[in-house]
């Protein structure tokens, strides 16, 4: 792949990732409501399978996939050592054959039609080559396999993007990436289609979350695991002067009326086969 098209420091998001396993909240509002959602799809479906591989480990999902009961394996993949640890450790899939594999999205370790259902859970929008990573999913769901995914949406932390990108051109004079691209919901359909997916639909769920101060949506954002890992971005720390600009700019313009800040989340949701 070419260099210009490496968007994302897989490195640095695979040590972030192991640091989230650590304190990872799955109580957490935007997990939790995601994986309900997400599962709530799968049961929708009201047809038989029997193997599910899990993209992106979270136990909020592999809790929820307890309730399916022919299904007879389950494989639980992450990019992140500690999270497959942590995986190994709470085993909520104790009456399912399951397996707990280090792996990375990029390259699925599986031979075609391995799998009746695959599930991705918010790893697609850190994935460098998203058409290429899609292709590899329809290659190893079975015929007639059900893909599902949740991920991060264009509208996410757009209060913080254009909070952050006032305060640096004030106080410094320029603009740096500090929040990392996510796509929409056209390119998403167009992208399942070009994997070989002739019935996708994407759709969207926006909401708001309210966060006492901006140190308090970077704090939430850093213990999931969800930090800037742009290959472009800036890797100083950020000027005093211009976090408290950002402060005064974030809450001026985007604070609720019980004197919290609002944070717009975006997430795009994917049923395919």
Known sequence: MSEDLIMFDRDTHVLKRNRAALHFPNDNAIIYN????LISRLDELKV?????????YNSVVAKL????????LVVQTDIAEKMIKKAITEDALEDKQS?????????????????????????????????????????TLKPNGF???????GETLMELKQSIAEAEKKIESKITKRVSPFVDIRQAGSLLQRAGFSNPVVDK???????????????????????????KRKTTFTRKET???LEKIYKKNFMSNDNQ?????????????
């Open 34 to 37: 995601a994986a309900n959602n």
């Open 48 to 56: 038989g399978f029997s193997s599910i591989l899990v993209i992106g």
């Open 65 to 72: 996939l307890k309730k399916f009961l022919n299904v007879k």
């Open 99 to 139: 397996l707990k594999i280090i792996a990375d999205e990029e390259w699925l370790p599986f031979s075609e039609e391995s799998f009746d259902v695959i599930i991705d859970f918010f790893t697609l929008h850190w994935i460098n080559d998203l058409p290429g990573a899609l292709l590899q999913i329809k290659r």
């Open 147 to 153: 893909f599902f995914a949740s991920f991060f949406g």
């Open 205 to 231: 769920d926006n909401f708001a979350i309210k966060f006492h101060s901006v140190n308090d949506l970077m704090q939430t954002i850093r213990r999931i695991g969800e930090t800037n890992t742009l290959n």
């Open 243 to 245: 976090f408290y600009e």
């Open 261 to 273: 800040i609002n944070a717009t989340i975006e997430i795009l949701n994917i049923t395919a086969w």
